[in-house]
């Protein structure tokens, strides 16, 4: 058995969840993204807004954010279900803490934090959350660097959530820890980079006092990457890129190996477009041969276009293989859609607006589940210290699977952050 790597070379314990991929937001910024030094090429949600920005506590060459956000949720379905769904209402506290180096060159970053949520009339589902991490990237040369994140989570799946069972009512708890290391070259117009990854995740075997089992995705997922690309102009290249992942899981039934080759347009921040977008093949096998074997068409993405200096519109899409115990066992390939548009209509005012289409077939079942979501958010910059949210979410969840429940969802919260 492949073992989990005990050392990166950069960073400690990071918050978050990663991707098996290891998507570009887990390692810290690139030395050389134009957002940092000039704010037109950013977007309307994260662009510096420097009266309303924390000023953070220094100590030597640190900056230290601590924050706390405490909210208050109303949810008319938190079980999830097509029948007898009940309704409560739900107040999170989340203290977190974010440090973060000031050094013209390098960059070393670190983050704490925890999430309580209590259940004003079913408090079997309360819960608390946890997580600490960090992530570094070394300049080596103006262009090279290498960058590495590591995080721990302790978190939970609410019904309805991932591959929670559907006579699953209260949250699942499951311990996380991920990590990646990457190698990032320019030789003038051709640029690299490659990298490993892994995600090792373990999750509660009871819930509600009833035995679950989880040993088809308890383990470690390993991820190794290329991506070669070339810059046809000053702000856009053209890339391919090859991946190659496997799966340690407790139960050697649900292991596998995936392959994918993909090419894309990678556009670096204008003040037009930033992000990329990729297609490509993917071919996933069963080790064991329990499992169907998955080969087809492979896409992802994240762009954001700058409509307007005041609205931004960001897409993302992603298609991934997964396992499930469903019917005795079935390779799942998933395929998520996202569009979200963000207007600013103050300074201090931010409304916005999403979208997001979940497609899950379930290989050798007659099984499509389908999962609508949409959502209306709006941020009020009181100033530099606080910060007011509201944010609605909708979720019309179909499937046409055995035993498995259509639902529906509204949640509403309402927030408030404390910050320095």
């Given amino acids: 058995?492949?073992?989990?790597?005990?050392?990166?070379?950069?960073?400690?314990?990071?918050?978050?969840?990663?991707?098996?991929?290891a998507r570009a937001a887990d390692y810290p910024p690139s030395s050389r993204d134009k957002v940092e030094v000039d704010p037109r090429y950013a977007g309307v949600a994260d662009r510096p807004q420097p009266d309303y920005t924390p000023v953070g506590v220094r100590l030597g060459s640190f900056l230290f954010y601590p924050a706390l956000l405490s909210s208050v949720?109303?949810?008319?379905?938190?079980?999830?279900?097509?029948?007898?769904?009940?309704?409560?209402?739900?107040?999170?506290?989340?203290?977190t803490l974010d440090i973060k180096s000031d050094w013209s060159r390098h960059y070393l970053s670190f983050a704490v934090g925890a999430e309580s949520a209590t259940y004003a009339h079913y408090s079997d589902a309360d819960y608390v959350d946890y997580f600490a991490g960090g992530k570094g990237r070394l300049d080596i040369t103006p262009d090279m660097s290498v960058s590495s994140f590591l995080n721990y989570l302790h978190g939970h799946e609410t019904p309805g959530d991932g591959q929670t069972f559907n006579e699953v009512t209260v949250p699942v708890a499951f311990d996380r820890v991920d990590g990646g290391i990457k190698l990032d070259n320019r030789f003038n117009r051709l640029w690299?980079?490659?990298?490993?990854?892994?995600?090792?995740?373990?999750?509660?075997q009871f819930a509600d006092g009833e035995f679950i089992d989880q040993t088809y995705r308890n383990g470690t997922t390993y991820d190794a990457f290329a991506r070669v690309g070339y810059d046809i102009s000053p702000l856009t290249s053209v890339f391919?890129?090859?991946?190659?992942?496997?799966?340690?899981?407790?139960?050697?039934?649900?292991?596998?190996?995936?392959?994918?080759?993909?090419?894309?347009?990678?556009?670096e921040p204008s003040r037009l477009l930033r992000g990329e977008a990729y297609v490509g093949y993917l071919d996933w096998t069963s080790d064991s041969g329990f499992l169907d074997n998955v080969a087809g068409f492979y896409f992802g993405g994240d762009l954001a276009w700058f409509a307007t200096p005041l609205l931004t519109v960001s897409f993302t899409a992603d298609r991934k293989i997964d396992g499930s115990t469903y019917n005795g066992g079935s390779s799942v390939l998933t395929s998520d859609y996202g569009v979200r548009a963000d207007y600013e209509l103050r300074r201090n005012i931010i409304v916005s607006g999403i979208f997001a289409y979940?497609?899950?077939?379930?290989?050798?079942?007659?099984?499509?589940?389908?999962k609508y979501t949409y959502g209306a958010s709006l941020r009020y910059l009181i100033n530099r210290y606080l910060t007011s949210t509201l944010n609605y979410r909708y979720t019309d969840f179909t499937t046409n699977g055995i035993d498995v429940d259509d639902y529906n969802r509204s949640v509403v919260t309402a927030g408030l952050k404390l910050q320095y």
Avoid: C, H
Avoid at 248 to 265: H, N, P, R
Avoid at 358 to 370: A, H, I, M, P, V
């Fill in 1 to 21: 058995m492949k073992s989990i790597p005990l050392v990166l070379t950069l960073g400690a314990f990071g918050a978050g969840v990663a991707v098996v991929d």
């Fill in 73 to 95: 949720s109303y949810d008319d379905n938190i079980t999830a279900v097509g029948t007898n769904e009940k309704a409560d209402w739900i107040f999170k506290f989340r203290p």
């Fill in 192 to 204: 690299t980079s490659t990298g490993f990854s892994f995600r090792w995740e373990d999750f509660d």
């Fill in 240 to 267: 391919t890129q090859f991946a190659y992942e496997w799966t340690e899981f407790e139960d050697s039934l649900y292991d596998g190996d995936q392959y994918t080759a993909a090419v894309g347009l990678k556009f």
């Fill in 358 to 370: 979940k497609e899950q077939e379930y290989e050798g079942n007659d099984r499509t589940d389908n």
